[in-house]
């Protein structure tokens, strides 16, 4: 299953998200005096951390289709966001229930798993690890949220809507 992209919107999403968090973290490099080994960093781990988190989003819903015994055709991704584009739709209201949860679900608990490892390790502010952790924690709750707040379709709450 191929993963499929307009390659235009991502590089114009990349150098937006890279020109952001560039400005972001000029401040803390100013602010807090971080090495500027560890502003490059950060600005290059901002869109791996997006994408991957919506990569994974999009992989649960896979997953969860695929124990419904339906196949995935692609995935796409756009600028913020993907879609997995399914061979055929949820049969029931009980599958379809699932499969639109399972994305927002995902992203929900990885946003809880990297709070609580943050707190179990004590991570200190403005560090390097604390600053991902919190951006992955924070990016995977604005997924979860975002996708629950839109009761329209083809948003997953409109689909969990849909299937009740």
Known sequence: MPVLTDWNLIVLGLIGILILKGIILYIAYCKYGWPIIQTILMAIMTPIIIYGSIIA?????ILTAKKYGINTRKIDLF???GCASL???PKTPLSSFWVAISGPLLSLALSIFSSIIMILFNF???TSLHEILSFFT???FVMFAFNMAF???????GRIVHSI
């Open 151 to 157: 009761i329209i379709l083809p948003f997953d709450g």
């Open 124 to 126: 200190q502010p403005k």
């Open 79 to 81: 600028v913020f966001g």
């Open 87 to 89: 061979e055929e739709m």
């Open 57 to 61: 989003h999009e992989f649960s819903h």
């Open 138 to 140: 924070y990016m995977n």
